[in-house]
C-alpha cells in the first residue's frame, strides 16, 4: 500500500512549456485535491475531484487544468508554464465528502519555471 | 470568508522546554480542525483533528490541542520538545469538501 504517490518528483520549465503532473492513490478514494505551497502562504487549493469524471475548481484555478479518467489517478496539468507557478505541489486524496475523513497528502513536487 | 489564521510565523524553543502554537478560526459553525507538521522536503503528516466532544484532543508524537469556542482557537501544545519536532506547523479547517491552511508557523529547536 503505497497511498499517495506524486510523479515527477522534481522538474524545471522554460516559460511557456507544457507539463502534467501525476497523482495516484491506491486506497480507493473518492476525492481528491491538488495544492500549491508557497512560501508564506500555506497550501492553496487548486482544483479538486469528488469522484471520477468530475472536477472543480479551488482557490487558485488559473493557469491549471485536471482531469480525473481513473479514480486512483488526478492529473495536473500546465499547458503554457509561467515564472509565477514556480512551487512545490501537493496531492491528496480522501474517502468520501464526510468531513470526518482526512486528507492524506502525497510527497509533493518541485517545480521551478525559468 | 470562513478560514484559519497561524499568528506566529516562526517560534524558537530550547530542546526540553514545552511548546505551543496557535492557531484561530473563523468559522459560522462547529468547524472541523486540523494540524498538520511538514518535515523539510517532506509531505504534510496529520497531527490530530477535531469534529466535535471532548475539546482536547491527543494526537501522535506527543502532541495535544484544545479546541475553545469563546477564543475561537484551536491552539496545538507540546509538554517537552525535542530535536526531531524542528518542522513546519500548519492549522487547517474543513469547509465545503475543503481544507482552508492557515500560513504555517516555523518551529526551530535549539539545543
Known amino acids: 500500500n503505497a497511498g499517495v504517490t506524486q510523479t515527477p518528483k522534481f522538474r524545471v520549465l522554460k516559460t511557456g512549456q507544457s507539463m502534467t503532473l501525476l497523482c495516484a492513490q491506491d486506497m480507493n478514494h473518492e476525492y481528491m485535491y491538488w495544492y500549491r505551497q508557497d512560501p508564506g502562504m500555506g497550501l492553496r487549493l487548486i482544483h479538486y475531484s469528488v469522484g471520477e469524471g468530475t472536477t472543480a475548481k479551488g482557490e487558485v484555478p488559473d493557469g491549471y487544468n485536471v482531469s480525473r479518467l481513473k479514480k486512483q489517478n488526478f492529473l495536473l496539468g500546465l499547458e503554457s508554464a509561467a515564472p509565477s507557478q514556480t512551487s512545490v505541489y501537493f496531492c491528496a486524496s480522501s474517502y468520501s465528502y464526510q468531513t470526518e475523513e482526512t486528507q492524506y497528502f502525497g510527497p509533493g513536487t518541485r517545480l521551478l519555471v525559468l | 470568508a470562513q478560514s484559519v489564521t497561524q499568528p506566529d510565523i516562526h517560534i524558537t524553543v530550547s530542546e526540553g522546554a514545552s511548546l505551543e502554537l496557535r492557531c484561530n478560526y473563523s468559522y459560522g459553525a462547529t468547524p472541523y480542525l486540523f494540524w498538520y507538521v511538514q518535515s523539510p522536503g517532506q509531505g504534510l503528516q496529520l497531527l490530530l483533528k477535531?469534529?466535535?466532544?471532548?475539546?482536547l484532543v491527543q494526537g501522535i508524537k506527543g502532541f495535544e490541542a484544545e479546541f475553545k469556542r469563546s477564543q475561537s482557537s484551536f491552539n496545538l501544545r507540546k509538554p517537552s520538545v525535542h530535536w526531531s519536532d524542528a518542522a513546519e506547523y500548519f492549522c487547517?479547517?474543513?469547509?465545503?469538501?475543503?481544507?482552508?491552511f492557515g500560513a504555517g508557523t516555523t518551529v526551530t529547536v535549539r539545543a
Open positions: 477535531y469534529f466535535s466532544g471532548d475539546t
Open positions: 487547517a479547517g474543513f469547509n465545503d469538501y475543503k481544507l482552508s
